[in-house]
């Protein structure tokens, strides 16, 4: 079952984007970078812990 996950840029602390994954595969903490709008560049976005 895929749960909903959150990421948060690394720079500014903002949660920018949402996405799903299976936790049972992929126990692991993402992280990928993507654009901040507040920051104005490409940063590290992690998965927030819930």
């Known amino acids: 079952m895929r ?3 959150h990421f948060e840029c690394t ?3 903002h ?3 949402d ?3 299976d936790k049972k595969q992929h126990p ?11 920051c104005r560049k ?3 976005h992690k ?4």
Do not use: G
């Open 42 to 44: 490409h940063t590290v």
């Open 28 to 38: 692991e903490r993402l992280e990928l970078k993507k654009y901040c709008r507040f």
């Open 11 to 13: 720079e500014c602390r």
């Open 19 to 21: 996405s799903t994954k």
């Open 15 to 17: 949660i920018n984007y």
């Open 3 to 5: 749960e909903n996950i």
């Open 47 to 50: 998965e927030l812990k819930k």
